[in-house]
């Protein structure tokens, strides 16, 4: 069922394919895979329209539990400074020619080049309270979105 205000603002929510079992600690897992061919026309039309979103800064909001995911960084290279945690994260990242970006992303150096790349692993962690009856409570969930080169023994390219 769609609400009337996630049409207004342009929410949509979906059910992730991410299965998270309480109490038990992961390692990295492969979520999916997809690759698109820039000489193919109908893909190349996929590539740009990522492009858009990824230089627009488009945000990702995510809930576990029904508790929003927090997406936290330094806001200098202070360690002194604490964190900055928001409630929403970018897809990707755009470096403009200049070594500029919008997000708060840690631009590769590009060398006067545009660059685009895909948030494409997610570290999630989940702090919890143990209660009483030795059931727990959910209180914090926490991610980090990075660009993996390799995951699983295996090349992966995030860069559109």
Not at 52 to 78: G, L
Not at 111 to 125: D, M
Not at 127 to 145: L, N
Request: aromatic share 10%; charged share 25%; hydrophobic share 30%.
């Amino acid at each position: 069922m769609v609400l009337l205000p996630q049409v207004l603002f342009g929410d949509r929510y979906h059910v992730s394919k991410y299965e998270i079992e309480w109490l038990k600690a992961e390692s990295c897992k492969e979520l999916c895979t997809k690759t698109y061919d820039n000489s193919i026309p109908s893909e190349s039309v996929y590539l740009e329209a990522i492009k858009k979103i990824v230089a627009q800064d488009y945000q990702q909001h995510w809930v576990v539990d029904n508790m929003p995911v927090a997406w936290c960084t330094q806001s200098s290279q202070d360690s002194n400074q604490k964190d900055i945690c928001t409630t929403s994260f970018p897809v990707g990242c755009y470096i403009d020619k200049n070594g500029q970006t919008q997000s708060r992303c840690d631009p590769p150096n590009v060398a006067g080049k545009e660059y685009y790349y895909l948030l494409n692993h997610i570290e999630i962690t989940i702090e919890y309270k143990k209660m009483a009856d030795g059931t727990g409570r959910v209180i914090a969930v926490k991610i980090k979105p990075t660009l993996a080169r390799k995951l699983q023994g295996r090349s992966r390219k995030g860069d559109v």
